[in-house]
Every structure is written in structure tokens, then in C-alpha cells.
């Protein structure tokens, strides 16, 4: 399985942009990019994803480098309630086999009033 | 849509009984999968029905763990003889599979389980 890497934390401000990024140097051309995040005492909750082009809807921005090596979760307007872990998980091709989710240990992410 | 449900939320048990989790999923999901969770990790992989079937075990699902999806509606997941490593939380997901196309897994808020 297709290994991601992040950072362990991040901080920002409140109301400000947050670029939390993600290495998959191991990505093979079926694997999707998805990104989910946890809040204390809650299970994790699906933010995004994507292949290869851009994605975007209401909670976030998923932008996606052109070899498909890196990418970054982008949050536009950082709110105390988007303080969680985040995680990057890359998962082949969706439409055969498992489809199980190798999380890491995600990026902790800290949001300053 | 009600979510994933699981309970129950917090089970504290002494080391050697047995406890049962419920996970209830979202109603026409047809996979469901079971994660575990220790503090400061990311959750890990135990196993996944697709409808009644069970198709996939992790090597981290010893003998003395036991799933079953009955009717391939609700499932439950049994831990017995248990043993303090097996403090943990349990989470659930479910998601809708097709031969060509699988939405993303959607979690319970999970079981926590205490051994004493």
C-alpha cells in the first residue's frame, strides 16, 4: 500500500488560509487522494478527494501536483471548529478489491483566535 | 440520512469477559468496514463485509475477535478473553460499492473500550 506523509502539526490563524500538505512519492496512476479529519471523541469525517485535477466543494480545496507526487488540503477561512487531525489516505482503484484505508498519523492542526 | 450509528459508546470491562459491539450503517450501504483506533494513531484496518460476506481480515484480527454482518444490514464485532491491548476505540464505516463506483466511507463516532 501506497504510503502519504505530513507534517505532525500545523498552526494558524483564525479566519486565515491553511495549506496542509501531503507527500505520496509512491503513487501509482489508479490511487485517489482522499483527506479526512477527527475531532476529539468523534470518528473521522470525510473532507475531500480526488485523481488528478483539482477539487473543490464547500468545505474545502484539494489541490493536486502535476506528477501526482504531492498535494495540499486547503482550507479557506480557518475556523476554531476546523481544529483536528487530518489525514491524507491514498486508496486504489475504488471500484475493485478492498478499498480499505491505510490512515498515518495525520496532521494535527491548531487554529489561534 | 442518520449516519453510522455504533454502541455502544463506551464500554468498560474487566480483562478476560467478552463485550459486543453494534454498528448500525447507513441504510443502503452495502459495505462495512472495522477500524481500531489507539490514542495518537490513526485508525487501523481490521476487516470488511460486502453485504453478508466477509471479505477481508487483517493479521491485527486475532481469533479471539469475531465479525459477523447478518443480512448484510447491521454488524456486530466481539472481542473474547479480552486483554488490556485490546483497549481501543472500535470505529465503523460504511460506504455504497458498484462495479463502477465506491463513494467515500462514511464513520460512526465509534466504541471506546476500556479494560480494566
Known amino acids: 500500500d501506497a504510503k502519504t506523509t505530513q507534517p505532525n502539526s500545523m498552526e494558524s490563524n483564525e479566519e486565515e488560509p491553511v495549506h496542509l500538505p501531503c507527500n505520496h512519492s509512491?503513487?501509482?496512476?489508479?490511487?485517489?487522494i482522499h483527506w479526512y479529519r477527527q475531532l476529539p471523541s468523534q470518528g473521522p469525517e470525510y473532507v475531500i478527494h480526488?485523481?488528478?485535477s483539482n477539487v473543490n466543494n464547500r468545505m474545502a480545496s484539494l489541490a493536486i501536483a502535476e506528477d501526482r507526487k504531492s498535494s495540499t488540503l486547503i482550507l479557506h477561512r480557518a475556523t476554531l471548529r476546523d481544529a483536528a487531525v487530518y489525514y491524507c489516505?491514498?486508496?486504489?482503484?475504488?471500484?475493485?478489491?478492498?478499498?480499505?484505508?491505510?490512515f498515518g498519523t495525520g496532521t494535527r492542526l491548531k487554529v489561534l483566535a | 440520512d442518520t449516519g453510522v450509528s455504533q454502541d455502544p459508546r463506551h464500554k468498560i470491562t474487566k480483562r478476560g469477559q467478552n463485550v459486543t459491539f453494534r454498528c448500525d450503517p447507513i441504510?443502503?450501504?452495502?459495505?462495512l468496514y472495522w477500524y481500531r483506533q489507539t490514542l495518537g494513531q490513526g485508525p487501523e484496518f481490521l476487516t470488511y463485509?460486502?453485504?453478508?460476506?466477509?471479505?477481508?481480515k487483517s493479521r491485527l484480527l486475532s481469533d479471539r475477535f469475531s465479525a459477523e454482518r447478518p443480512k448484510g444490514s447491521f454488524s456486530t464485532l466481539e472481542i473474547q478473553r479480552t486483554e488490556q491491548g485490546d483497549s481501543a476505540m472500535y470505529l465503523c464505516?460504511?460506504?455504497?460499492?458498484?462495479?463502477?463506483?465506491?463513494?467515500?466511507?462514511?464513520f460512526g463516532d465509534g466504541t471506546r473500550l476500556s479494560i480494566l
Open positions: 464505516a460504511s460506504s455504497l460499492w458498484g462495479s463502477n463506483y465506491n463513494q467515500p466511507q462514511h
Open positions: 509512491t503513487i501509482s496512476g489508479t490511487d485517489y
Open positions: 480526488g485523481l488528478t
Open positions: 489516505i491514498l486508496t486504489t482503484d475504488p471500484t475493485s478489491g478492498t478499498y480499505k484505508y491505510i
Open positions: 441504510s443502503e450501504h452495502n459495505r
Open positions: 463485509f460486502q453485504n453478508e460476506a466477509q471479505l477481508e
